[in-house]
């Protein structure tokens, strides 16, 4: 696991400044089997935002197959049968077809797009240029760990062309169902996922030693930009509960191909006769098991992104952070505390008083550091003197976002009102405002904030902000109804959309019946997936402005064009491989901006006291 | 001008470690919460199990007592080729460390006799409801469960329910005397092998020494490495070879470790 | 008020069990402190954007806001949080998991769950079920009823019904056969999943004479948006007893 620099890695507009190396190692180890963190931070950037829109086609069909139930989908269907024959009649969704693509949908979005965005790609561009380190720990281990990414992603991508299809029992995955279904994609699934957990466990141990062991000298702990300390504590997340889902993933694996029962009880009875299996096993470890993953996981989505928007909000506010101080407290305890409330997810399994107290309790109280953090990002707005460009109008828009996510998710936290809210489109809903107007809202910001650094040319503004304003107004069109939806009783996960529930269907039943769907609320899936099509359309100006920018963006003037104080904007643009000239030293913390009696409204950390 | 790399050999003065150390160090605490998720598994699978169904005294326990006898030495012998290596003897670290590789193939070798030992047993219900249980001796050419054709023998004995066959400790048991027993394919109900889906104890027995078995190989190769090919390093750079043969005797000793709790729990307890 | 914020703001379906308005209650109270905390937040939000805007505030105070008014307010939420769990959400949940009624003065039903329908039994005339095991579970006996039991013989099973009268505390011994399902009835606010393995008791008490969709909340298959078979029949205690007339004719045959 040792680390080596010696083969050096220019990047892509490397000539752009005066760092030539002057023995060139060739496209494959520059740009494929590249070990230098910012060849493979682009990478994991590239594969994430494709799997992003791939797992964002998925949703359209399923869109589709909603609010038009058996429908052929125009255009795509009759590729859909071509390809998936038996599965996609006449280029309808099957209701398994539909499964799988929602399983595929989530598992994709958290897993191989989320996830290796905000964490491994942005902390492999961005960490160890912060805390003035020459590359990552261990380089060799950080190529490693990408190439696991993509053999896990060439692996699920795989699974939806074997006979039967990809996994089908959700993304969470539950025995026994996902033992139960007949085909193979469950098993594709789970290889996978170990592939992919290895990859993230990888990147998580390495990301840990970069920040201890190669801080700059100076680079105290609390003078660590507040993005480090969101993906420190990102990194122990993933590190210590990403094993127990590998150990789960191992047992449903045993289950589907040696017909061990570790999550079949006896007495199972499949189709009628009693399956023919050891039994003993219990369905609610494999729930355990997942959500001890689960919950943690979805931090995993939510701080680095919190990372990011401090950054943004800091710089554009040339203000310091309010309270910088509680937020890696605040952070920290997250970190904790996201151990011990996984079980909220579970709340309707038949579960204790006793139980049931811990687990609301500590529910509501990891809500708390989240409300510190919102309320200190807020409060450093005041006295600012704020710019309003692309990334900040992103960061800023991630605080309401985020907001609604954060508060629709008291209402589950508290097992009474989950009884009605569980497993409805209000828990869509809610994960949704704090991963997609969240989440996906601040990683737009970084890649706005950031590609200056590594390309040396900036966004286009005005479509940046087309692309802003078409997002925000159509993420809320697709999941404002949803709320809705789910207050009135609507179920996820419907092949159909809940027309088999719908008021409409009950009444062809003859007698009348209580507690269908209403036809206005049937109605909201035609906005939902009008308002899809269009919130996809508006991540076109930013597809091509990304790939336009890299030949005709506008040049930056200075390699700090944001007038940044932190360590990145320090060095050159493109950074050299091995990042700086000599190793910087720092004298402050982050967020020095408008020091008064400073010339300039910005004073960067390695800039030498008078 | 190229930055130097920092912390390969000597360790950081504010963590008190070299890189790969740190990093060793993580990684184990994964290593530990994959296990530990593992065992909890291991004692809800028990606890829930029905009332004397929880089987004691499936495996041999002095093959057992052998194998963590051999792992403990081998932990041993790589703690030497370590010193030996910080002392600079090298012909004492190649010895070292050849008994340590040896030694993990024994425990290996002798981890596989145990599973093939598991796949010959078989538990076999009668169509009187009795259960017969043994090892397979031999199957006649004809045998077919299905025709119901040809007969099989094993070596074990028969019993009047199915509990018995559970404690294996129990006086009863250890006094059932064990005799040849042709069995006509007629008389047989189910015949099943002492696979991983006979029952969830051999599930997480078979999926919790798998595992560390994996865990025992790679760690062999990596070491083998070490003492083979890796070796050009120290010639170069002895130290930072030195603190490769620490960190891989790190990994060595958590797999020993795992090994010191497996033991008990599926064989003892 | 709260009625009407339920019904109109929020949306809730119409109730149709005592229950159930604890879990209304809840559900508004939290709102209540959303919106209160949201619109807060939203107010102070777009007035900083405007008032700290670039033009109008060319340069940054460096010191920002001084006092900790918000400590105050992170912990009036911590507060409210913490009133709502302990007076609210857990003597709730403790009168739904504790506090069942007594089983003589309420209708006992067992369900099991199966893809993609849900069956039905009641003790019969006799009020006593049938001994069950598992080793009894076949294609036309869910329950694993015992063959051999008197008691079993006046059961009565049936498929995607449950009758009960109004008014009566109702007890639910739900539990599955292959995959995990969940009963979730929403007039009446219950939800339960049923789980293969484990039988969980829940308990309610319908409040109206009426048709209920009964809901399959878990994915459970390809037919598990279809699972929608079910119904909740409410009727006057004579219509009820008219009902188990009909339906206790003869024995129910496990074979
Ligand atoms: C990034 C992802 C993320 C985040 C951060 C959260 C945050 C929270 N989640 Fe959520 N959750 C998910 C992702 C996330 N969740 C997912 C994916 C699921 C579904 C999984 C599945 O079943 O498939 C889920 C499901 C889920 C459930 C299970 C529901 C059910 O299945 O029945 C519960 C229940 O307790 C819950 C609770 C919470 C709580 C209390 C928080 C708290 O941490 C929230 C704290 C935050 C706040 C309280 C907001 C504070 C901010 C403000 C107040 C400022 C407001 C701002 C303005 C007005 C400008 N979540
Ligand atoms: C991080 C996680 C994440 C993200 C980001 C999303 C994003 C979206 N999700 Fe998803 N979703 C889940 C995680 C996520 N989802 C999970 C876990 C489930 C549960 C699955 C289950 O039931 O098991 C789920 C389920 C789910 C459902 C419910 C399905 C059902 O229950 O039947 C729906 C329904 O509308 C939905 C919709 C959407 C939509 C419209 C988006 C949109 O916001 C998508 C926005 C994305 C884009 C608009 C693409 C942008 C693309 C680019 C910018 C690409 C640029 C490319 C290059 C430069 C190469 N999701
Ligand atoms: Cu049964 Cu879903
Ligand atoms: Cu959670």
Redesign the interface.
């Known amino acids: 696991m040792e680390a080596t620099l010696q083969h050096p890695a220019p990047k892509p507009g490397h000539e752009a400044h005066g760092h030539e190396d002057h023995h060139d190692p060739g496209f494959w180890r520059t740009y494929i089997f590249s070990t230098d963190h910012k060849v493979i931070g682009v990478q994991y950037a590239l594969g994430s935002l494709s799997f992003l829109l791939f797992g964002f086609f998925l949703m359209l069909l399923m869109r589709w197959q909603i609010s038009k139930p058996g429908v052929p989908v125009p255009v795509i269907g009759p590729l859909l049968e071509k390809a998936l024959g038996s599965a996609a009649p006449h280029g309808a969704l099957s209701p398994d077809l539909y499964n799988s693509f929602g399983a595929m949908h989530g598992t994709i979005m958290v897993f191989l797009a989320i996830v290796p965005l905000a964490f491994a790609a942005f902390s492999n561009v961005v960490l160890p240029l912060q805390i003035g380190a020459p590359d990552m720990a261990f380089p060799r281990v950080n190529m490693a760990s990408f190439q696991a990414y993509v053999v896990g992603g060439v692996i699920m991508l795989a699974s939806f062309f074997i006979p039967g299809g990809a996994a089908q029992a959700g993304w969470t995955s539950y025995s026994p169902l996902a033992t139960a279904i007949p085909t193979d994609g469950q098993t594709f699934w789970i290889i996978g996922m170990v592939f992919i957990i290895t990859s993230s466990l990888l990147s998580a141990v390495n990301f840990i030693a970069t920040i201890i062991q190669l801080r700059a000298p100076g680079m105290t702990w609390m003078r660590l930009p507040f993005f480090v300390w969101a993906q420190f504590v990102t990194s122990f997340l993933l590190l210590l509960a990403f094993p127990p889902l590998e150990a789960a993933a191992v047992m449903q694996l045993m289950d589907k191909v040696a017909h061990t029962s570790f999550f079949l009880p006896t007495g199972l009875a499949i189709g009628g006769q009693l399956a023919n299996i050891s039994g003993g096993g219990s369905p609610l470890l494999w729930q355990h098991l997942f959500w001890f993953l689960g919950h943690p996981e979805v931090y995993v989505l939510i701080l680095p992104a919190m990372g990011i928007v401090c950054e943004i909000i800091a710089n554009n506010t040339r203000k310091p952070i309010w309270g910088y101080k509680s937020l890696v407290y605040s952070v920290l305890a997250i970190g904790f505390l996201s151990f011990i409330v996984w079980a909220h997810h579970m709340y309707l399994t038949g579960m204790g008083t006793k139980v049931a107290v811990f687990f609301q309790a500590t529910t509501m109280i990891i809500s708390i550091p989240s409300v510190i953090i919102l309320t200190c990002l807020f409060i450093s707005l005041w006295g600012g003197s704020i710019r309003f460009n692309t990334p900040m109008l992103f960061a800023l828009a991630f605080l309401p976002m985020f907001g609604i996510g954060g508060l629709t998710g008291l209402p589950l936290g508290f097992n009474i009102s989950d009884v009605h809210l569980h497993d409805t489109y209000y828990v869509i809903a809610h994960f949704h405002y704090v991963v997609a107007p969240g989440t996906i809202f601040a990683l737009f910001a970084g890649i706005y904030y950031w590609l200056p650094k590594l390309t040396g040319r900036k966004l286009n503004e005005f479509w940046g902000r087309v692309h802003f304003w078409g997002s925000l107004i159509f993420m809320n069109i697709v999941f404002m109804p949803m709320f809705a939806q789910g207050m009135a009783g609507m179920l996820r996960r419907m092949a159909d959309g809940g027309a088999n529930y719908s008021a409409a269907v009950n009444a062809k039943g003859g007698a009348e019946v209580i507690g269908g769907l209403s036809s206005n609320i049937m109605e909201m899936h035609t906005w939902i997936l009008w308002g899809a099509c269009i919130l996809g359309l508006a991540q076109i100006p930013f597809i091509i402005n990304l790939f336009w920018s890299l030949k005709h963006g506008e040049k930056v003037e200075s390699d700090n064009p944001w007038q940044a104080t932190t360590l990145e904007w320090q060095t050159a643009t493109p950074p050299p491989h091995g990042n700086f000239p000599e190793a910087p030293h720092v004298y402050r913390g982050p967020y020095e901006y408008s020091v008064p009696g400073h010339a300039t409204d910005f004073t960067p950390q390695d800039e030498p006291p008078k | 001008m190229v930055m130097d790399f920092p912390y390969i050999v000597e360790p950081r003065r504010d963590s008190g470690l070299y890189n790969a150390k740190l990093g060793i160090w993580l990684f184990l605490a994964s290593e530990v919460m994959l296990f530990g998720a593992l065992f909890s598994a291991y004692v809800l699978l028990r606890v829930g199990a029905e009332p004397g169904m929880w089987p004691h005294g499936w495996l041999n326990i002095p093959i057992g007592t052998a194998n963590t006898v051999v792992l403990i030495t081998s932990s041993i012998t790589t703690v030497l080729a370590w010193v030996s290596c910080k002392l600079r003897q090298y012909g004492r670290f190649k010895f070292f460390h050849a008994c340590t590789i040896l030694l993990a193939l024994t425990f290996v070798c002798i981890k596989s006799f145990e599973y093939h030992d598991k796949f010959t047993h078989y538990e076999i219900a009668l169509a009187n409801g009795k259960f017969a249980d043994g090892h397979l001796m031999e199957k006649s050419k004809d045998f077919d469960l299905e025709k119901k054709t040809g007969s099989v023998t094993i070596h074990g004995y028969e019993v009047e329910q199915r509990t018995e066959l559970m404690d294996l400790h129990s006086p009863e048991a250890r006094r059932r005397p064990r005799e040849e027993i042709t069995l006509p394919a007629a008389e047989i109900k189910k015949m099943e092998r002492y696979g991983p889906w006979h029952h969830t104890y051999l599930a997480i027995y078979f999926t919790l020494t798998g595992l560390h078995a994996l865990h025992v190989v790679c760690g062999a190769v990596v070491i083998g490495f070490l003492w083979g090919p890796g070796t050009r390093m120290w010639r170069t750079e002895p130290e930072r070879f030195t603190n490769r043969i620490e960190v891989s005797g790190l990994f060595w000793h958590f797999v020993d470790l795992v090994w010191i709790f497996l033991f008990p729990v599926l064989y003892l307890l | 008020m709260k009625q009407w914020f339920g019904e109109k703001i ?5 109730l ?1 069990s005592t229950n159930g308005q ?3 209650d ?2 508004i109270y ?2 209540w ?2 919106l209160a ?2 619109i807060g ?2 107010i ?2 777009f007035y ?2 405007v008032r ?3 033009a109008r ?9 001084k006092n900790h008014a ?1 400590n105050y ?2 912990l009036a ?2 507060g409210v ?2 009133v ?2 302990i007076f ?3 003597p ?3 009168n ?3 506090k069942f009624p007594p089983a003589s003065e309420s209708t006992v039903v067992q369900v099991v769950a ?2 993609f329908s849900w069956n039905v039994r009641y003790p019969g005339p006799d009020g006593v079920f049938g001994k069950q095991d ?2 009894f ?3 036309d006996n ?1 329950f ?1 009823v015992d063959p051999a039991d008197a008691n079993g013989k006046d059961d009565i099973q049936l498929i995607n019904e449950i009758h009960v009268p109004v008014n009566k505390p109702v007890i639910i011994y739900l539990s599955s ?4 399902h ?1 009963l ?4 009446v ?5 049923a ?4 039988r ?1 008791p829940v308990w309610f008490t319908p409040t109206q004479i ?4 009964i ?12 699972m ?1 078979g079910g ?1 909740l029949v409410v009727e006057s205690q004579a219509d009820y007893d008219q009902w188990l007339k009909s339906k206790s004719g003869g024995p129910a045959s496990f074979e």
Do not use: T
């Open positions: 929020l949306g809730l379906p119409p149709a604890g879990v209304d809840l559900i939290v709102h402190l959303m905390l949201f937040w939203l102070y939000f900083a954007l700290f805007r670039h505030q060319p340069q940054a105070d460096y010191a920002g806001v918000s307010l992170e939420v911590a949080e913490a709502l769990l609210v959400a857990v709730l949940w403790a739904a998991v504790d199966q893809q598992v080793k579970v076949a294609m869910v694993g056969k292959d995959v995990v969940s979730k009835i929403i007039a606010r219950v939800c339960q999943d789980i293969p393995g484990l969980i009426g048709r209920y969709q809901n399959c909340a878990q994915l459970c298959g390809n037919g598990h948006s279809a929608s119904y």
